[in-house]
């Protein structure tokens, strides 16, 4: 098969990640793999460190 079956054109390919950035509650980062929210609670994500992150930045997203 061909990459081009499944390959996306940058613009494409950002238009989910774009969708998810101006839907954000104010309250906190929604993290997403696959189109399918990521619950932030699992042990794989230090809230501490998620919330450094998103202090730092809030402003660009």
């Given at each position: 098969m061909s990459a081009g079956l499944f390959a996306k054109s940058p613009a494409e390919s950002v238009k989910d990640t774009l969708a998810v950035?101006?839907?954000q509650p104010d309250e906190?980062?929604?993290l997403r793999a696959v189109g399918k929210p990521v619950d932030p609670a699992l042990a794989t994500f230090d809230p501490q460190n998620a919330r450094g992150l998103?202090?730092?930045t809030r402003e660009m997203i």
């Amino acid at each position: 098969m061909s990459a081009g079956l499944f390959a996306k054109s940058p613009a494409e390919s950002v238009k989910d990640t774009l969708a998810v950035m101006d839907a954000q509650p104010d309250e906190r980062l929604i993290l997403r793999a696959v189109g399918k929210p990521v619950d932030p609670a699992l042990a794989t994500f230090d809230p501490q460190n998620a919330r450094g992150l998103y202090e730092l930045t809030r402003e660009m997203i």
